[in-house]
């Protein structure tokens, strides 16, 4: 797999207001809805449209596992894309609103993150990191 693309409002059964959001807070938490993706050491873009797995509160990236220095990486991935970058409420998101956390470590090609507008809302823990040693 080399390119993911999951299409706008897709594996989400609220709809895309701050109202319905607010509304199904507790029943969505209580599901614990999770989006994995493993084990693609060839995966180069993942693009969420709008509104896509609004409702789940899990995001994993992991694709390879490196037993030399135990990391997790993801060697090929230069695209992350989650709903289009806006501005305007009335556009908003809402892709993984009610995840807690949103870590990317050790992508080593990434060039490109885009969350769109109340995209991890509820979020608590953002991590970027990359080692800088590690592509060489």
Request: charged share 25%; hydrophobic share 40%.
């Amino acid at each position: 797999l080399q390119t993911l693309h999951v299409g706008k409002s897709s594996f989400t059964t609220t709809d895309p207001a701050w109202k319905a959001k607010r509304l199904h807070a507790s029943t969505t938490k209580e599901k614990g809805c999770s989006l994995q993706i493993s084990k693609n050491p060839c995966l180069r873009s993942v693009v969420l449209k709008e509104n896509a797995f609004s409702d789940f509160v899990v995001f994993e990236l992991t694709c390879l596992f490196s037993s030399v220095d135990s990391r997790i990486v993801c060697p090929a991935l230069e695209i992350l894309q989650i709903a289009g970058a806006t501005e305007k409420e009335e556009e908003a998101s809402f892709s993984f609103f009610y995840a807690s956390s949103l870590v990317l470590e050790e992508l080593p090609r990434l060039r490109e993150v885009e969350l769109g507008c109340a995209s991890f809302f509820t979020v608590r823990h953002v991590v970027f990191r990359s080692d800088s040693a590690w592509g060489r």
